[in-house]
């Protein structure tokens, strides 16, 4: 397992990209942007999801910005309850997919978002001890089938 990049709610990238270029050593940050949908029928727990994402490698770590575009998604609901903050922590797990979250589970864990789109199979495990960064723990996986 291992961690792939940092999740961050907002409502403008543009506003927060500004924020990250106020640093110094990230004013020549490369952003890229663009926008991601998961349909209704690809989110397995709730509704479809529209954003736009800027993904950048800042000082040694990737982080992906998340503007939700759909009033009523996963993440627009987040950023309403939580307010612009961080959001994830995303780990890429290529083979023990159902080991990790079924630990997750055993710990007090619950599945609050999970979608199958293609090789693509994003599932947010919120953990009983990630209040410290008012979010959830975003484990995402390369394989198919859904988790059971």
Known sequence: ??????????????????????????????????????????????????MRTAIANLGGMTY?????????????????????????TAFMCLENQQEVVESQLKRGGKIVWEAQAGEKHPIYVESPDCTAVRGCAFLQYRCGGRYK
């Open 64 to 88: 992906e910005l998340i503007q939700p575009l759909d009033p009523t998604s996963y993440h627009a609901e987040e950023l309403r309850k939580k307010g612009e903050c961080l959001h994830h």
């Open 1 to 50: 397992m291992q961690l792939i990049h940092i999740g961050i709610l907002t409502t403008s990238l543009e506003e927060s990209i500004c924020g990250f270029q106020s640093f110094p050593d990230f004013t020549e940050a490369k952003w890229i942007i663009r926008e991601v949908e998961f349909l209704p029928e690809a989110v397995l727990t709730k509704n479809g999801s529209h």
